[in-house]
Each structure stands twice: as C-alpha cells, then as structure tokens.
C-alpha cells in the first residue's frame, strides 16, 4: 500500500508491504483513499472518496497495461507534433523552473543562453562556450560577473580574466578575481596591476606573485605596514640593501616576516629563535643553526618534532633522527619529504591508510615533466608517492606499464582518471568498480583509449556495469537499447534511458520506472512525443528537466524563456 513517509526495498515509490485477511474491498480510518500494488506488480486497487460516495478501482495485468498505455503514446505525427509545440508555453506554466534548467539544453542557442543572462545566471557553472562567456564578462549587471568569476573556472581566456577585472567596480573583489586569475594562469598586464596597487586594497594587492620586480623596491618602502610585511614574501627578489631596510623595519610585523625570510637560507641561532613570540613558522620553514636543530627534538614536544618533520631546511641529519621517531605521524610526514631517496623511504616505519582519501603530493607534481623522475618514484615504496605519478597527464611507457599493474588499487584508478597514456585493459579492469568522480567525470569510460569495439559481448554479463558498455559498441542496435531498457538493473536501464535510439515507447515506459534517476534520465531522452514531453514541461516536478530536453524546438524555447523572464521580472 502507498503510505505518505515511508519507503521500503531502497526504490523511491511510497510502498509498505500489508496483508488484508477480510473479504471485498478493504477500507481505511475516515475519509481518506488509498492505493494497493499487489506483490508481483500486476494488480492495482485503489478507493478514492468522492461526494457520491467511494470510487473503486481495480487494475489486473498491469505491466501489460502500462505497456500499451507507453505503445499508444509513442505514436505521434508530425502535424500532432507541430500543433503541441504551438501550444507550448501554456497553461499551468512554471517558468522558475524553466529558468533554473534551460541552460543545461544543450540545443539551447548561444543567443538564448545570452538572453538567460538577464534570467538566470547559474547556468553559467556548467558553460563552456565563448560568446556566452564573453558575453557574462561584459554584462552590466555585477551579480552576473560575479557570479563568473565566483565559479574559479580555469576555462576563462586570460583576456576574459583581464575584462573582468577591469569591469569590477568593487576594489576588494578586484583584488580578488586578480588572486583568482592568477591561480588559473592568467598573466595580468602592467598598467592593470599598477591600477590594483593604486586602489585602496593597496596591501593584498602587493601579495599578487605576477608583480614584475621593478614594483617590489617601491612596494619595499611603502609607508602602509602591510604592503611592506607583503614584499617579504618576495625574498629571493630582493636587493641586498632592501632586505636589509626590512630586516631594521619599524614595523614589529615586517621585522619578523623580513626574519623568517631571511633565515630561509640563513641558519637560525638559539637566541633569535627563543625571541619568537610564535615560532611555529620558524619551524615549519626555516634554516636552523645545527646546534639549535639538535636540541628541539630532544625537548620532548611532539609538536614541534612535528612541525620540523615537514621543514623543507632541515638538514640529513635531523631527517634522519625524525625517521625513527617513536610517533607514528612525525615518521609518517617525514617518510613523503622530497629530499628523501626511495632508500631512504623505504626503511621508515610510516603508517598510511590505503583507503583514506589522497591528493597528489605537490613536489611529485613538479617533477611530472622529469621522465628519470617519473621512473624513480614509480617505483617508490610509499603508495602516496606512486598515486602522485599516476596523476601526471604523460608519463613514459615503462612508468605506465608499472603503475598499470601497481597492486594499489587507487594507484591504477588515477593512472585510468588521469593519464592519457593509460592502457585500454585497464581502463576496462577499473571500469569494473569506478564509474568517474566530481573530478574527473566520466573517467575512464570518456578516457581517449577506453575501448569501443567488442563491447557488445557484455550485453549478457552478469555484471550490470559491463552490460552497460554494450550500447557503446558501434554494432548496437536499436534492439539492442530496448533489451537494455527493461533490464532488471537500475543502472543499466538509466544508460539506456539516455540513447537517442531509444523507442518512443519505451521513453514513454521509463518515465514510470522505480528508481527516480532513471525517470529523471527519460525525461531527457529527445525520443519523446512532443506531447507527452508538453506535459511534463507543465508538472511542477519534473518542469526543471524537462525544459533540458534537447528535442524542444528553438523557437519553443525561446517563448519558454520568454515566460520565464517575465515571471523573474516580476519577482524582482
């Protein structure tokens, strides 16, 4: 029986298994209905009340039912087809929705989606095409710009960057979109970053690591604290007599940064250290005297043996006294330094957990374009060092015919998520369990050399995952796609909700299915009738993705957007 608030059997549909031991129709407490679904599927009992008293309904052979219901609606004619869409928008409408989801049809015109600007901007995180992002760079409305510039996209031109930039009246988020362009790469112009220092956010804009050093003596000298503590950060570009105006600043704060700086390559004695109101960063980065490096360890305090762990500057010998530290992380963190040899590595007791989430080590990530490097550290000990080489976009034969048989797991998925020299069998072993990340989405089936011929023998496996790629053969048919739609798998059913060779009817069947998301994925399909696909343009639930379908003619989508615009207006 359907019962609001309860589920059952990991479906959607609001079902809860009852028995009935009474004779005719069973009823429940007051006036309220109900409906029954017999066990097996097949028999439909529902009471609704009505002001002549109760109305009964019994449905038998109901899957054959819902078949020809599916088969009568796939029929359509063209002049049935012409005359829906020339009904389309109507009444009841729900243009919010439409907005929210047109952006995401991808028969949506660069002019529409320019329209959709004035709408509805958060299509703008899923976009890609350049006059529509040309277009939001110059959009006069701020929310828009912002909104682009919000998402940190890397696909944005360095120009587009510049524009945008330049079109931001709001001095902070100027400063901001700049940090943001350079984190993608982009390279600002001179006459822009001379505009940023001008501005009143003076201070993080000398931060910006694009600043030519002809800015930094100036910047060196200026009269606001914070630009001056910025400049450190510049040390290895400083002239000797400004380092040393810094190192004598007036400034507690540039003193002290100007001192970390300077002891990055300077060692650092015992009575500048102990002077430190905070030492952690001196432990963290600096170069320490061999005296006081000997001594830290010694005092006991885990902390800060953890904080030398990671100290880019710490000399062989205290790397190799915190090799053998009795504590686990402090061995840990020492045992993935760059300054190690895989020796080395090796004969640290580290505690790793497979299973935890991983990210690629930075300094591996440096050496991706070093082909020796690549070969050296494939073969590390430590699984986090071998996972950071399977990231690289390239890697050499012999590197990927090692990692392509690595026995961690999550060394061979990246290798399949993210080189373009992965093999095709194991792109197919790891496609087995891994079907894409928010990442890298797709990977490994979108990957180049993921296999798409001989697919079609897994249409019979007993694995859904691999009956899935059967439709990706160039040998599949349209037949091939309606045993795929009814399988007993979600899954699979889904993949085949998405063909374009998909039945009519078995799009119309689908809109019906148990699991949401394959009934989310039919509303999709542009295999639907125009007028079952007008419907759900007009159900509040399923409007969103309807509007997404890419069968919707461009005419149609534009008065949808047409409607949608006045309804945003009106809530403005």
Known sequence: MAVLGHRIGGNDAWWTRVRYAGSGVPEVNGDLGFVALSLDGQVLLAEVPGADGPRVT??????????????????????????????????PAWPLHWAEGIGSNPAATDELLIRLLD?????????????????AVAHPDPRVRSGLADIFRPKLTPDQWVRLIRAEPSPDRRVLWAERACACGAELPEDLCDDLLAGPSRPRAAELPV???????????????RVRRATCARWADLGAPVRERLLADSDYAVRTAALLAHHTDVPMPREVFAALPDPQRALERCCLTPELEGELPREGDAEIRRALAGNPNLSAHGVAVLAQDPRDDIRSTVALRPDLSEEQRAAIRYDFDPSSLSHALPWVEELHGDADAMRRLAASSHPLVRRSVARARRLPPDVVTRLARDDDR??????????????????????RWWDGSFSHPGRPRSHPSFPRTGLLRYIRDPSGR???????????????????????EAEVRRRAAEDPRLAPADAVRLLNDPEAYVRDTAVRNPRLPARVLAGLLHDRDTACAAVTNPA???????????????????RR
């Open 552 to 570: 919707i003619p461009v005419p149609v989508l534009n008065r949808i957007l047409t409607s949608a615009a006045t309804a945003v207006a009106a």
């Open 410 to 431: 999550v060394v061979r998925l990246f290798l399949a998520e993210s080189c373009e020299d992965a093999p095709a069998d194991l792109l197919l072993e790891v496609w």
């Open 211 to 225: 600043l030519a050093a002809q800015h930094l003596p100036g910047l060196a000298a200026d009269a606001d604290p």
């Open 466 to 488: 691999m009956r899935r790629l059967a439709l990706d053969d160039p040998a599949s048919t349209p037949a091939d796609v309606a045993r795929l739609a009814r399988d007993p």
């Open 58 to 91: 019994a449905l038998d052979r109901l899957s054959e039912r819902l078949e020809e219901v599916a088969e009568a609606a796939g029929r359509e004619t063209e002049a049935e087809r012409a005359e829906t869409w020339a009904a389309v928008p109507g009444r």
């Open 119 to 135: 709408v509805y901007e958060g299509f703008l995180h899923g976009c890609d095409r350049p006059a529509v992002l040309d277009a």
